[in-house]
């Protein structure tokens, strides 16, 4: 029999699970609910701390699911790459469509200045200068006018519509004559974040212009967020998973799988149930909303609880999250501010969510018993921000998609 899967959420670990378990042949559908965090990417993708350099061979699914994607580079080296607040910074890959600064070290990079009051080229140029990248490799940051006419859709306010009309090659055509009269001296071209949608674009632009060209990173909510939903919804389409647009309501376990209950449309009408023989909660965390603060009436069971009616242990710094006795709820400065991001569902090594188990632990302080986490229903695994202590980095999003797709794809 077909394995069906539902993945909850369509963020960068449900896509990751999602295409996981297709890949081993299950029946995939997706469920979302408007835009996640990953929409908010810059085109940096970082696996540890972000920033780090972190290194070493790239896994065979991890490079096998980027390749399927087909908008992100990912190297055994780290890459440098430069933000719009003229930091040059370091990360495990990047979005295709970002200048990749390892290879130019010691160059002259010409940031190109369209004319743009929300690209500043030359304060960014200045502030590139006098990173710790360009002192100690000698490479320089300099601002070249680009003279593209006024009525250019590229000096519109919005990156998405500056983006689209360079996925058009006529415009390419225009930009790369625009760029080849500005500088001939120049061994790169730096570029604000609107090159185009289609991660093919900088690519063609780098051949037609003979030299390398890229993009600082985007702001959130900006272009890297847009290319992504692109480049998630071919995938998916192409691996023929369904898709379902609505707010997941509940997860109930029944004999065999699950029940899904959807929220009704705004019209009333819609799918109110859906049934699954594993499903994957790719929901987000605190901050995303896929884990909520307990409401008064259960806030001294619990400080946080993860909705849909699934009953899974929260956990902060590996130790379950206790009540709270104050009317007030939770108090972040006392719990720390860590606790917005490291929050989360305890789940096993291959994602499957923990539930609360009777048992008592008998480190728990002043005798008080805490939940012991022990395998929760069959097929219910967690992905991404939702899981307790991890890192809230992309590759770590895509790692734990990945685990939890294939296992709940095994049964």
């Not at 896994?59 to 040059?88: H, N």
């Not at 369209?114 to 490479?139: C, I, K, P, V, Y």
């Not at 212009?209 to 919804?233: C, H, K, N, Y």
Request: proline share 6%; hydrophobic share 45%.
């Amino acid at each position: 029999m077909t394995m069906r899967i539902l993945v909850v959420g369509a963020g960068a670990s449900g896509t990751a699970a999602a295409w996981a378990a297709a890949s081993a042949g299950a029946s995939v559908t997706v469920v979302q609910d408007g835009a996640g965090a990953s929409e908010l990417m810059s085109g940096a993708v970082d696996a540890g701390a972000v920033g780090s350099a972190d290194s070493g061979p790239v896994e065979s699914d991890l490079a096998a699911f980027s390749a399927a994607l087909g908008l992100w580079r990912l190297d055994e080296a780290c890459v440098r790459v430069a933000t719009l607040a003229g930091i040059v910074r370091s990360a495990r890959g990047c979005d295709l469509s970002v200048l990749d600064l390892s290879p130019l070290a010691g160059r002259r990079i010409a940031v190109a200045d369209l004319g743009q009051g929300e690209f500043d080229a030359n304060l960014l140029a200045r502030a590139l200068a006098e990173s710790a990248f360009a002192r100690t490799t000698g490479t320089r940051f300099e601002p070249v006018r680009v003279d593209l006419a006024a009525t250019s859709p590229q000096t519109a306010p919005a990156d998405g519509a500056r983006a689209a009309v360079s996925d058009a090659e006529p415009f390419r055509e225009r930009l790369v004559a625009a760029l080849g009269r500005a500088s001939t001296e120049h061994d790169a071209w730096l570029y604000p974040p609107c090159l185009g949608l289609a991660p093919a674009t900088p690519s063609v632009m780098r051949c037609m212009l003979g030299r390398p060209i890229g993009e600082v990173t985007s702001r959130p909510g900006g272009l890297a967020g847009a290319r992504f939903v692109r480049a998630r919804d071919a995938m998916l389409t192409e691996l023929n998973v369904k898709r379902i647009m609505g707010r997941v309501r509940a997860v109930r376990a029944a004999e065999r799988g699950h029940h899904v209950e959807l929220a009704p449309d705004a019209d009333g009408s819609g799918p109110d149930l859906l049934t699954a023989d594993a499903v994957v909660l790719a929901i987000g965390g605190l901050v995303a909303g896929g884990l909520e603060l307990a409401p008064p009436d259960v806030a001294r069971k619990g400080a946080f609880r993860l909705g849909l009616g699934v009953d899974a242990i929260i956990l902060l710094n590996g130790r379950p999250v206790g009540g709270v006795a104050s009317l007030h709820g939770v108090d972040f400065s006392a719990m720390g501010r860590e606790a917005l991001d490291r929050v989360g569902i305890a789940v096993g090594d291959d994602g499957r969510v923990m539930a609360s188990g009777a048992t008592s632990s008998p480190d728990s302080p002043r005798g008080v018993p805490d939940p012991v986490p022990l395998p929760g229903p069959r097929g219910l695994w967690a992905a991404g921000a939702c899981i307790a202590d991890r890192p809230r980095t992309l590759l770590e999003a895509v790692r734990s998609g990945l685990r939890a797709g294939r296992a709940a794809a095994g049964g």
